[in-house]
Nanobody, 114 residues
Framework: QVQLVESGGGLVQAGESLRLSCAAS????????MAWYRQAPGKLRELVGT???????NYADSVKGRFTISKDNAKPTMYLQMNSLKPEDTAVYYC????????WGQGTQVTVSS
């Protein structure tokens, strides 16, 4: 059974950076379009960005130009580099396939203070 484990969150000030990691068993990164999601308090989970099996990326307008998704199929680990963080980026961040194929992990909390 595939297990998704997110890590790297924390408390930062506006304008700072964080890098999140998503570790998973098996070869899901090579075979699937993967995605980062986030859920802020009182809001629905939203899609942050995706990376295809071939490495093409796409981002939500709210993070475009600030966030970068990458992956290392050999580890296998996916990353979310978040720069120029804003208070509205505060959320629990999750990874999964684009169609949410696997059980959700615990997520990692990102808190951005103003």
């Amino acid at each position: 059974q595939v297990q998704l484990v997110e890590s790297g969150g924390g408390l930062v000030q506006a304008g700072e950076s964080l890098r999140l990691s998503c570790a998973a068993s098996g070869s899901i990164f090579r075979l699937n379009t993967m995605a980062w999601y986030r859920q802020a308090p009182g809001k629905l989970r939203e899609l942050v960005g995706t990376i295809t099996s071939s490495g093409s990326t796409n981002y939500a307008d709210s993070v475009k130009g600030r966030f970068t998704i990458s992956k290392d199929n050999a580890k296998p680990t996916m990353y979310l580099q978040m720069n120029s963080l804003k208070p509205e980026d505060t959320a629990v961040y999750y990874c999964n396939t684009l169609n949410s194929r696997y059980q959700w992990g615990q997520g990692t909390q990102v808190t951005v203070s103003s």
